[in-house]
């Protein structure tokens, strides 16, 4: 099991494209963690909006009375790729990964992947 400085490491270093990381409460909008970003790029405004997105699709499945769970929400922009996973693993309730990648060097498939992995190794 992995803490969440070392799970930010892996995914930074294990992940083609990664431009940062966050972990992040979905219910307070708050980043646990970050790695990567930089002056052109704030992952705590980054992580504290996306939780809009999250809370915004679990209401959307519950008014629609799906019976499911969200595993990944992809965004795509012009130059980047934003991923979210939101975290099944025990304690992980109401946090997710939030993962930035340059999409000239990222490839999704195995981005998603080594996310899975990392969420499954991350110990909160």
């Known amino acids: 099991m992995a803490n969440t400085e070392a799970s930010l490491k892996d995914a930074m270093a294990s992940i083609d494209g990664a431009v940062g990381v966050a972990l992040v409460d979905y219910t307070s909008g708050m980043a646990l963690g970050t790695m990567g ?3 052109d ?12 997105v999250v809370r915004a699709k ?3 499945m519950e008014h629609l009375g799906l019976q499911d769970q969200i595993e990944d929400i992809l965004i795509t922009l012009g ?3 934003h991923m979210i996973r939101l975290l099944k693993a025990k304690g992980g309730n109401g946090l ?3 993962l930035v990648l340059d999409n000239t060097r990222a490839n999704l498939a195995m981005a998603r992947h080594q996310l899975k992995k990392i969420e499954a190794e991350l110990e909160v």
């Open 79 to 81: 130059t980047q790729y």
């Open 96 to 98: 997710f990964l939030y």
């Open 37 to 39: 970003g930089g002056k």
């Open 58 to 60: 679990l209401r959307t």
């Open 41 to 52: 790029f704030n992952l705590e405004v980054a992580a504290a909006g996306n939780t809009d």
